[in-house]
């Protein structure tokens, strides 16, 4: 019987063997295969579409294929987006990104589930519109998840400490003087500072977390910032990839996969680091990397030798590939986590900082305010500004926090993934699910900022304790950023020397003129535009 079923098989081979397949054929059943797979495809796309109605939540009206993500990236400003759509459909609804679902919410019970009770569910970042596989070794912090997220926290929350910080303290007075020095040899003149205030974060940056001086704010056509620049500027635009990765999200990491052959494929014929300024950033870092592990000591107290140290010994064994279970970061995770450092670090602050200033050339009782808490510590003379004496400006520190609440800059970036299949107040949420936090809703509700009006600029109002999940400026849970008590301290210090060095006067009489435009994070549409003058001392 069974040698019967091998003849069979063995004749029907041999008459598939005789057909003859002409190129019409060929390309009617591939045509028909192409058409079945897109059928089938499309049928997905229509089912994903019930995602929010079979939860019993509210949504947008949203577009076959590009779903609500035309709406949003039309006037870039998803932050106030948000806002409307919950003002119409509550504090908890959902949108689409092409026909990936995303929830948003502005409800605290449910982010108190998301950020802190079930924060082992949601264990990972929203994926951007291009992203690698969640257990890829060139994953940084940020993208990274579950046990490889938690074993580069834990080597590297130490290197964030108030100790470690207070020796970054002396780099960063040094950069706000450098910063103070550029502006003097403007004299009093009507200034976009923010212009400014991007090479300094950048100066800051590079200084801190790399070891190197390499004159950004002095030099204008200085090729580290001209590279930084593009890079900054190549990332904040979509490009067909993004859109790629966007509206067929099941494959973004194919796709992410396709970009790194083409690249090593290019990388044969061109000089990549001619040719992109990212390849320039990350040769630049790693050359930086690799001089430091095979320095015996380095006395240099920067962000290199802070991580490093943080790793334990520095040998070739201890940065080996398989790091996931050790203690310990694999050379490439040490370079990849220092890029995002400079990501993170250049676009927030330098944009904290120009809001800063716009707020108080429009309201000179709350540049009063700092300028004699300030001068009542140090009179005129501020050379001794430091570490320790801007941590006790308790003013400052509230006028800050009403900055990022009243205008938060990574919105977006606040979001968390879902790793686990779970169930929040009733809704049943699938693995990959992305929640997205409406930040603009909750710092502006009046139960949570109230009794003063939170449309109102009113600092005072943080010497009251609050629900901590009402501030979302740098995240909640044990995700928050990571960078915030560097970033806090580095505005002190340059908002302290600018109060003390200058008035910052208004062009506009209305607040509400700001322009404010969103890519990763918000930024100022075109710049901080604001009158300066020097302060004289007798």
């Not at 019930?50 to 990236?73: A, C, T, V």
């Amino acid at each position: 019987m069974n040698n019967l079923k091998f003849v069979n098989i063995e004749q029907l081979l041999e008459k598939i063997g005789h057909i003859e397949f002409s190129p019409l054929t060929i390309f009617k059943a591939s045509s028909i295969t192409l058409c079945g797979v897109g059928l089938v495809y499309l049928s997905r796309i229509w089912f994903s579409y019930r995602f929010f109605k079979k939860r019993g939540l509210k949504s947008p009206k949203h577009e076959f294929f590009y779903g609500n993500f035309r709406q949003i990236h039309k006037n870039k400003n998803y932050s106030e987006m948000l806002r409307e759509w919950t003002k119409e459909f509550g504090k908890t609804y959902g949108y689409f990104e092409g026909h990936l679902p995303v929830i948003v919410t502005s409800d605290l019970e449910f982010i108190q589930e998301v950020f802190i009770k079930q924060s082992t569910n949601f264990s990972a970042r929203k994926k951007g519109f291009l992203s690698r596989k969640d257990d890829d070794p060139n994953s940084d912090l940020f993208q990274s998840t579950k046990g490889r997220w938690k074993r580069m926290r834990m080597i590297m929350n130490p290197t964030f400490s108030s100790a470690k910080l207070r020796e970054l303290g002396p780099i960063l007075v040094n950069c706000a003087d450098r910063l103070i020095d550029v502006l003097n040899k403007e004299g009093d003149a009507e200034i976009n500072v923010s212009e400014y205030f991007k090479r300094f974060t950048m100066d800051s940056i590079w200084n801190c977390a790399f070891g190197v001086d390499i004159n950004m704010q002095y030099d204008k056509e200085n090729l580290y910032l001209k590279n930084c620049e593009q890079f900054f500027k190549v990332t904040s635009n979509l490009m067909l990839p993004h859109y790629l990765g966007l509206y067929f999200h099941e494959f973004k990491e194919k796709i992410v996969f396709f970009l790194i052959i083409m690249t090593l494929v290019r990388s044969k014929f061109v000089d990549l680091d001619k040719l992109s300024p990212y390849f320039w950033l990350k040769t630049k870092i790693k050359d930086l990397v690799n001089k430091r592990l095979f320095e015996k000591e380095s006395r240099k107290r920067d962000y290199i030798q802070l991580l490093l140290e943080a790793c334990g010994e520095l040998n070739s064994e201890r940065f080996s590939k398989n790091t996931e279970f050790k203690k310990s970061l694999s050379a490439i995770e040490v370079e990849n986590n220092l890029i995002l450092f400079m990501l993170a670090g250049f676009d927030t602050t330098s944009t904290t900082l120009g809001l800063s200033c716009y707020v108080l050339s429009i309201n000179s009782d709350e540049q009063l305010r700092l300028y004699d808490e300030i001068s009542a510590v140090f009179g005129t003379d501020i050379n001794s500004i430091n570490y320790d004496s801007v941590q006790q400006f308790k003013y400052l520190d509230w006028f800050i926090k009403e900055v990022l609440r009243h205008y938060p800059v990574g919105n977006s970036i606040v979001a968390r993934r879902c790793t686990k299949k779970t169930t929040i107040k009733g809704i049943d949420i699938p693995v990959d699910t992305p929640i997205a936090v409406d930040v603009m809703s909750i710092h502006f509700d009046a139960d949570l900022w109230g009794p003063q009006d939170p449309n109102e600029f009113y600092p005072p109002r943080h010497e009251v304790k609050r629900n901590p999940l009402a501030f979302m400026a740098f995240g909640n849970g044990p995700r928050n950023c990571i960078g915030m008590k560097f970033a806090l301290i580095e505005l002190k210090i340059a908002l302290v020397k600018l109060i003390m060095n200058f008035e910052f006067l208004s062009l506009k009489s209305d607040i509400n003129d700001l322009e404010l435009e969103e890519g990763v994070v918000r930024y100022i549409k075109n710049g901080s535009k604001v009158f300066i003058k020097k302060r004289f001392f007798p």
